[in-house]
């Protein structure tokens, strides 16, 4: 149990076009959304968090405008780079939790974006 | 603000021996929880083990334990009878144990790389 798809796996696209990766919690209802981007042999770095329903929290230094994050539903949440540029290329990993499993997150298989 | 640290960027071991892996970290807490996580080369994020602050026994989980030193601030990872299956990269991550203000967010090291060499 406690499985975490994201769709797409990769996307390319081209520099100024806005790009969707949706998170999806296939077999719980998530409490809390988290969205983590992660550049080549770097650690995982938290960019925002999200609850079903109300406004993202977003790290220091994310640009909310940029990075639009909307947690529609408690098994869905979905993160939309717009006017993405060669910089905004990396990998971008979500994760969920529910309390029921003390809020331990679990993690998506991840989502390779590449601006050409 | 809480900071974890691994102080080895790359660690390598032989097949069917045992590797420690290092991990420190930084807080004013007295409830927290730490994690290690395995990102092999799928690069998905999987639990290896955790430990609970207020739990003075080390957690252990089939091949991996763990060496947790509250006082020190000290969270070492040992895997046994090391397996080809075991090279990834390991993330040490903490989490607060105050979920009201942090929401549960995790925060990694920098992560090892390990190799197992046949």
């Known amino acids: 149990g406690a499985v975490v798809s994201q769709h797409p796996s990769w996307v390319i696209c081209k520099s100024g076009t806005s790009v969707k990766i949706e998170c999806r919690s296939l077999d719980f209802q998530a409490t809390t959304m988290f969205w983590y981007r992660q550049f080549p042999k770097q650690s995982l770095m938290l960019m925002a968090t999200?609850?079903?329903?109300?406004?993202?929290?977003?790290e220091q230094g994310v640009e909310k405008d940029k990075f639009l994050i909307n947690h529609a539903s408690l098994t869905l949440s979905t993160l939309t780079v717009t006017s993405a540029h060669p910089e905004d290329s990396s990998f971008y990993i979500c994760?969920?939790?529910?309390?029921?499993?003390?809020?331990?997150?679990?993690f998506g298989p991840g989502t390779r974006l590449t601006v050409l | 603000a809480q900071t974890v640290t691994q102080s080895q960027p790359e660690m390598s071991v032989q097949e069917a021996e045992t590797v420690t892996l290092s991990c420190t970290y930084d807080?004013?807490?007295?409830?927290?929880?730490l994690f290690w996580y395995k990102q092999p080369p799928s690069r998905q994020m999987i639990l290896v083990i955790r430990q609970e602050a207020y739990k003075q026994q080390n957690a252990t989980e089939n091949r991996f334990s763990v060496n947790f030193q509250k006082a020190a601030k000290s969270f070492s990872l040992k895997i046994s009878d090391s397996q080809l299956g075991d090279a990834a990269m390991y993330f040490c991550?903490?989490?607060?144990?105050?979920?009201?203000?942090?929401?549960?967010?995790?925060?990694f090291g920098k992560g090892t790389k390990l190799s197992v060499k046949p």
């Open positions: 994760s969920a939790s529910y309390r029921a499993r003390g809020n331990e997150q679990f």
């Open positions: 807080t004013s807490e007295s409830d927290y929880y």
């Open positions: 999200s609850n079903e329903g109300s406004k993202a929290t977003y």
């Open positions: 991550a903490y989490r607060s144990g105050n979920y009201g203000g942090s929401q549960g967010n995790l925060i």
